[in-house]
């Protein structure tokens, strides 16, 4: 069965609403970009009215800003330390927003979305 946007089936109180039309293809999702760490992988993606996304796969480097002094720079992600999302998504040690990695400078919080931006940026902690 196809993964749907639309509104769920079920009211929070478990009855069901009254079903006014079909599902729509534009209302389709797809399935979820699950970014981890090693060699670059990148895809492009063409999306709804033509424009497009780009999916990150898997990454080696990060872009780091220190806050302090608020500079960026280009560092080696270390390892995966932890990811609050979800207990099967730091079993898995997958990178979405708000994980925690350890780089060459130290530990840091992950800001971009890298399934939707392409791009791994994160400020160090």
């Known amino acids: 069965m196809a993964r749907s946007q639309s509104r769920s089936k ?14 729509r293809k534009r209302e389709l999702e797809r ?7 090693g060699s670059e992988k990148v895809k492009t ?4 009215g033509g424009n497009s996304k780009v999916k990150l796969f898997s990454t080696d480097y990060v872009n780091l800003t ?17 990811n609050q999302a979800s207990k099967d998504i730091n079993r898995r040690h997958i990178l979405t927003k708000g994980a925690i990695i350890e780089t060459e400078l ?11 931006h392409g791009q791994l940026n994160a400020i160090l902690i």
């Open 10 to 23: 079920r009211k929070y109180t478990g009855k069901k609403y009254k079903l006014f039309r079909k599902k």
């Open 31 to 37: 399935p979820p970009i699950n970014t981890q760490i």
């Open 45 to 48: 993606q063409r999306v709804m």
């Open 66 to 82: 220190d806050p302090n002094t608020n500079k960026t720079q280009k560092v080696r992600i270390m390892r995966f330390e932890s």
């Open 106 to 116: 130290g530990k840091a919080r992950i800001t971009s979305r890298p399934g939707q």
